[in-house]
T-cell receptor, first 112, second 111 residues
Framework: DAMVIQNPRYQVTQFGKPVTLSCSQT?????MYWYQQKSSQAPKLLFH???????NEADTPDNFQSRRPNTSFCFLDIRSPGLGDAAMYLC???????????FGPGTRLTVT | AQRVTQPEKLLSVFKGAPVELKCNYS??????LFWYVQYSRQRLQLLLR??SRESIKGFTADLNKGETSFHLKKPFAQEEDSAMYYC?????????????FGQGTILTVHP
């Protein structure tokens, strides 16, 4: 089945230790998104790619970076995780015509 | 800037009762509105979008531009409707489909 896959599903990292979350898709969609969702809050867009064109949200901290080496893969790098970065991170894709977003299952990040 | 408000964090109804999940938005242009649903232990998925004007799983939602609302309704709730529901807005004119989500409403349908 075509889908959005996120690895790992659960990630534990130490305060200040860099961590990378992965997302892959088999939908061949142009657009990929990363959202942060803290407990009992709405998903908040961090950034998105339209093909290789990177778009950062104005309030996304510099601590968060992203890479998209090809259409299928997108990575979220957190350079120096703080306790406040503990959250669920959602990856989503969309095609440029319908804009319907397809979400991955998320990666729950714990910072110790 | 756009904003989506879901005033009810929790909503409980009994099976067979009507249900309405409220959503209000703030946006100066012409928005597209969506409802997303997340069932227990499943991923977030699209339930319906206002431009389709369709009914999915018995749910409907009408965009009321005068009241800036996009309430989700179902005449007879079922237990399997229990889930988290998010209202989301896409600003018109953008080609990337960026969504602004409301805070979500947890719907519980009791037997």
């Amino acid at each position: 089945d075509a889908m959005v896959i996120q690895n790992p599903r659960y990630q534990v990292t130490q305060f200040g230790k860099p961590v990378t979350l992965s997302c892959s898709q088999t939908l061949n969609h142009n657009v990929m998104y990363w959202y942060q969702q803290k407990s009992s809050q709405a998903p908040k867009l961090l950034f998105h790619y339209y093909d290789k064109d990177f778009n950062n949200e104005a309030d996304t901290p510099d601590n968060f970076q992203s890479r998209r080496p090809n259409t299928s893969f997108c990575f979220l790098d957190i350079r120096s995780p703080g306790l406040g970065d503990a959250a669920m991170y959602l990856c989503a894709t969309a095609d440029s015509v319908t804009h319907e977003q397809y979400f991955g299952p998320g990666t729950r990040l714990t910072v110790t | 800037a756009q904003r989506v408000t879901q005033p009810e964090k929790l909503l409980s109804v009994f099976k067979g009762a009507p249900v309405e999940l409220k959503c209000n938005y703030s946006y100066s242009g012409s928005p597209e509105l969506f409802w997303y649903v997340q069932y227990s232990r499943q991923r977030l998925q699209l339930l319906l979008r206002h431009i389709s004007r369709e009914s999915i799983k018995g749910f409907t939602a009408d965009l009321n531009k005068g009241e800036t609302s996009f309430h989700l309704k179902k005449p007879f709730a079922q237990e399997e409707d229990s889930a988290m529901y998010y209202c989301a807005l896409k600003a018109g004119g953008t080609s990337y489909g960026k969504l602004t989500f409301g805070q979500g409403t947890i719907l519980t349908v009791h037997p």
